[in-house]
């Protein structure tokens, strides 16, 4: 089963850029769609980005289009979510999570989704 590890996470002021990574291990990661999602405390966890197996198709949540991009390399097992004009909002912890579905164009819904990864914290300052 793939196992995955979040890195990237910190403290950055408003207008500030982030990249963090998912390095995958245990598993086909190239066979799967790849997707990131974030708590923020006190609220459900919400989907961000996701990844289709191939790289070739990606969806975003409204609240960060055109502000964060979702790439991966299936050389290094690895998926990334480059986040850029950050905003306090974006505060969260965020997950990365392998689709259940081999081949996926990649999906937008938390049960699609497992496993996960243990998360990463985002801290956005004002």
């Known amino acids: 089963q793939v196992q995955l590890v979040e890195s990237g996470g910190g403290l950055v002021q408003a207008g500030g850029s982030l990249r963090l990574s998912c390095a995958a291990s245990g598993g086909t990661f190239s066979r799967y769609g790849m997707g990131w999602f974030r708590q923020a405390p006190g609220k459900e966890r919400e989907f961000v980005a996701t990844i289709g197996w191939s790289g070739g198709n990606t969806v975003y949540a409204d609240s960060v289009k055109g502000r964060f991009t979702i790439s991966r390399d299936n050389a290094k097992n690895t998926v990334y979510l480059q986040m850029n004009s950050l905003k306090p909002e974006d505060t969260a912890v965020y997950y990365c999570?392998?689709?259940?579905?081999?081949?996926?164009?990649?999906?937008?819904?938390?049960?699609?989704?497992?496993?996960w990864g243990q998360g990463t914290q985002v801290t956005v300052s004002s």
């Open positions: 999570a392998a689709d259940r579905s081999i081949f996926s164009v990649g999906g937008t819904r938390e049960a699609d989704f497992g496993p």
